[in-house]
């Protein structure tokens, strides 16, 4: 059997001998091919006894084609991240040592996302410095998804870093499923600040002007 994919590239795959064939007897051969290496159009050939181990009269009648296609994934993966259970907005101020958690979800479910390759994780520091964080400790845990229990297809990142220095940092995350599809054409991006030292500030009260009471809201 040799599947010649969309490139025109040939790929022989190994099948082991099968009993002798007498006649008015019959062989079932069954094949499970992994689909994801064939994307587009294909061409499947079938050559039955091709040297010739067993003698026969005529050969004309031992192969046959059948073209198949694959359809690609086309679809992109979603990203979500969060700080502290929430979804901040550019320039919020957060806790110095937050909990964030980076959800890939892919709707592709025969292809799951289990490779710490397909999610990066970089902070740009208040000195200007990028700093990529890699899932070699703590800090950086990375959970591949897991369908066959039922599950989606998401594979998530718990990340806790510890900002020590007063300033604005930018999260940068980048994700993509195992065909190659980005979560978006731009990495997901947002700035936030880090302020250690005990204080109140947007300090806002609402409704005002008012006639009787008022809310006071601050952070």
């Given at each position: 059997?040799v599947?010649?994919?969309n490139?025109n590239?040939?790929?022989?795959?190994?099948i082991q001998?099968q009993?002798?064939?007498?006649?008015?007897?019959?062989?079932?051969?069954?094949?499970?091919?992994?689909s994801?290496?064939?994307?587009?159009?294909?061409?499947?050939?079938?050559?039955v006894?091709?040297?010739?181990?067993?003698?026969?009269?005529?050969?004309?009648?031992?192969?046959?084609?059948?073209?198949?296609?694959?359809k690609?994934?086309?679809?992109?993966?979603?990203?979500?991240?969060?700080?502290?259970?929430?979804r901040?907005?550019?320039?919020?101020?957060?806790?110095?040592?937050?909990?964030?958690?980076?959800?890939?979800?892919?709707?592709?479910?025969?292809?799951?996302l289990?490779?710490?390759?397909?999610?990066?994780?970089?902070?740009?520091?208040p000195?200007?410095?990028?700093?990529?964080?890699?899932?070699?400790?703590?800090?950086?845990?990375?959970?591949?998804?897991?369908?066959?229990?039922?599950?989606?297809?998401?594979?998530?990142?718990d990340?806790?870093p510890?900002?020590?220095?007063?300033?604005?940092?930018?999260?940068?995350?980048?994700?993509?499923?195992?065909?190659?599809n980005?979560?978006?054409?731009?990495?997901?991006?947002?700035?936030f600040?880090?302020?250690?030292?005990?204080?109140?500030?947007?300090?806002?009260?609402?409704?005002?002007?008012f006639t009787?009471?008022?809310?006071?809201?601050?952070?």
């Open positions: 059997m599947v010649t994919d490139n590239v040939p790929h022989i795959l190994p001998k009993k002798p064939l007498i006649s008015g007897d019959t062989i079932n051969l069954s094949y499970t091919l992994d994801k290496d064939y994307v587009g159009a294909n061409t499947l050939f079938v050559n006894n091709p040297n010739y181990d067993q003698p026969e009269q005529y050969l004309f009648n031992n192969f046959l084609y059948r073209n198949f296609y694959v690609p994934d086309n679809y992109d993966p979603t990203l979500d991240v969060t700080f502290n259970g929430v901040i907005l550019n320039r919020d101020i957060v806790s110095s040592k937050p909990h964030i958690l980076v959800k890939l979800k892919d709707n592709n479910r025969f292809m799951e289990n490779d710490t390759s397909l999610m990066k994780v970089k902070v740009r520091l000195s200007g410095e990028l700093k990529t964080y890699r899932f070699d400790n703590d800090t950086l845990k990375f959970t591949p998804a897991n369908t066959s229990s039922g599950g989606d297809n998401t594979a998530t990142i990340f806790n510890a900002f020590l220095e007063d300033g604005e940092y930018e999260l940068i995350v980048s994700g993509k499923d195992r065909s190659g980005e979560s978006g054409q731009l990495d997901y991006k947002v700035i600040e880090i302020i250690n030292k005990p204080m109140i500030s947007n300090l806002l009260n609402y409704p005002n002007p009787t009471s008022t809310a006071f809201v601050f952070t």
